[in-house]
């Protein structure tokens, strides 16, 4: 009787390429100077951000009116685009790291791009309640702080205002977790440039050098932030429900 025989794996990676090829094909992007795809996609994307200008001033001028809430409706359309925007935003994150969780090697080809879409979705989520409070300079309000207003506090019963925190601390976990997975990048980066983009890439890397004990703490923290990622998710959306 034949011992069984467990399948052998498809490459990740065709074509018989070594560590120092795929090395240089995925810094190349960083070191030459951009394509006119680029540049077009670029263009665009500032197009889009003047368009956002515009409409964030025309609503802060004429009034909080022009997204329909002086009509008798529950919500406008900026709660709708955060709620909208939130959804998008635990995605990212919580694919990310419940695939690291679960050790799947394929997570490496779509990490990156997760946790910035969540990054991402969480600062465009956070504008929408800013601009429903009708007068931004008076955010602070939202957040609890020793302050000389007297009586005047949080309502801690209030779900918007533990919305607030689990929000933030939802973005500060991404911020991290993402940022974590670029330290090593980073440092491949230090060691290919000069002058002022090595002094740059040098600051970001924290001193990087792949050392067995630097990789060691890497996956530690990797695996903490991820554990920290998917509760908060679930406690998020546990506010949201109560809206």
């Given at each position: 009787?034949?011992?069984?025989?467990?399948?052998?794996?498809?490459?990740?990676?065709?074509?018989?390429?070594?560590?120092?090829q795929i090395t240089e094909d995925i810094c190349a992007p960083t070191e030459r100077v951009p394509s006119t795809a680029w540049i077009a996609a670029f263009t665009v994307a500032v197009l889009g951000l003047g368009l956002y200008?515009?409409?964030?001033?025309?609503?802060?001028?004429y009034g909080i009116g022009s997204w329909n809430l002086n009509r008798t409706i529950g919500w406008g359309w900026d709660i709708t685009n955060f709620v909208w925007w939130i959804g998008i935003g635990h995605a990212g994150t919580l694919i990310s790291a419940i695939l690291l969780l679960f050790r799947q090697k394929w997570r490496t080809g779509v990490n990156r791009a997760a946790e910035a879409m969540t990054i991402f979705a969480v600062i465009c989520a956070g504008q929408f309640?800013?601009?429903?409070?009708g007068r931004l300079w008076l955010g602070f309000f939202i957040f609890p702080y020793p302050n000389t207003r007297g009586p005047l506090w949080v309502n801690f019963n209030s779900p918007l205002?533990?919305?607030v925190f689990a929000i933030s601390t939802y973005f500060t976990v991404s911020l991290l977790f993402w940022y974590t997975g670029l330290v090593p990048d980073f440092a491949t980066l230090r060691d290919r440039a000069k002058g002022l983009r090595k002094k740059v890439y040098n600051f970001l890397s924290f001193g990087w050098t792949g050392a067995a004990k630097?990789?060691?703490?890497?996956?530690?923290?990797?695996?903490?932030?991820?554990?920290?990622?998917t509760p908060l998710v679930l406690s998020v959306h546990t506010i949201k429900s109560s809206w």
């Open positions: 009787m034949s011992a069984p025989v467990s399948p052998i794996r498809d490459p990740l990676i065709e074509g018989g390429k070594s560590y120092h200008v515009f409409c964030v001033t025309w609503t802060i001028f309640p800013l601009i429903h409070m205002l533990w919305d630097h990789w060691q703490r890497f996956e530690s923290l990797s695996l903490v932030l991820a554990g920290l990622s």
